[in-house]
C-alpha cells in the first residue's frame, strides 16, 4: 500500500462519518481514527506499522537434516475441520455481549441446550439499547465463544451450533 492510496482511504473515512477503522494486510497494519476537531471532522490518528515475521531460531546441522514437526498446524487443521459441520452465530452489531437478561437471573443458553429458530440466545447492550439476539436456526449449542459482560465486534462469532 502506497501513500496515496493511504491518503484516500483517510479522506473516505473522513466522508463517511465511522469514528474508527482499522485495516491490517499481510505486510502493514493501519488504524485511523476521526473526531470533532476545531476546524472540523478531520482524522485525528494515523499510525502504520509493518508487520514482522517472526524469526525462526538457529539450526545445528543436525537438526537441519531432521523433518520440521507441524503439530501446531496440524492441531489448527483438525479443530478447523471439526469446526466445520457446525453453523457459527455472529454478532449482528457492535457492543457488550450479556449471557443473561439480568445478574440473578440464569443464561439464556447453555452448552448442550436444544435451540430453535426465533430463540432468544443472549442480549447486547449497543447505545444503553438492549437488543435481544435470535437464533435463525435449529440445533444444540455446542460452544459459547464469548465471556459474559464482554465487548463484541460486528460479525464476531458468538456461539456454534450443531445443526444435526
Do not use: W
Not at 84 to 102: A, E, L, M, N, V
Not at 129 to 140: P, Q, W, Y
Amino acid at each position: 500500500m502506497d501513500i496515496k492510496e493511504i491518503q484516500s482511504l483517510i479522506k473516505f473515512v473522513a466522508k463517511s462519518g465511522a469514528s474508527e477503522v482499522k485495516l491490517e494486510t499481510d505486510d502493514i497494519k493501519i488504524t485511523i481514527r476521526t473526531g470533532s476537531l476545531v476546524s472540523g471532522n478531520e482524522p485525528t490518528y494515523v499510525h502504520t506499522m509493518p508487520m514482522t515475521q517472526p524469526s525462526m531460531p538457529a539450526m545445528s546441522p543436525a537438526q537441519a537434516d531432521q523433518p520440521v514437526a507441524a503439530s501446531a498446524t496440524t492441531a489448527a487443521e483438525d479443530k478447523k475441520s471439526e469446526d466445520d459441520k457446525y453453523i457459527t452465530i455472529k454478532s449482528p452489531i457492535i457492543g457488550t455481549f450479556y449471557r443473561k437478561p439480568s445478574p440473578d437471573k440464569p443464561s439464556f443458553v447453555e452448552v448442550g441446550d436444544t435451540i430453535s429458530a426465533g430463540d432468544v440466545l443472549c442480549v447486547i447492550e449497543a447505545m444503553k439499547l438492549f437488543n435481544d439476539i435470535e437464533s435463525e436456526i435449529s440445533g444444540t449449542i455446542v460452544k459459547v465463544l464469548v465471556d459474559d459482560s464482554s465487548p463484541v465486534e460486528f460479525d464476531q462469532p458468538l456461539f456454534l451450533v450443531d445443526p444435526s
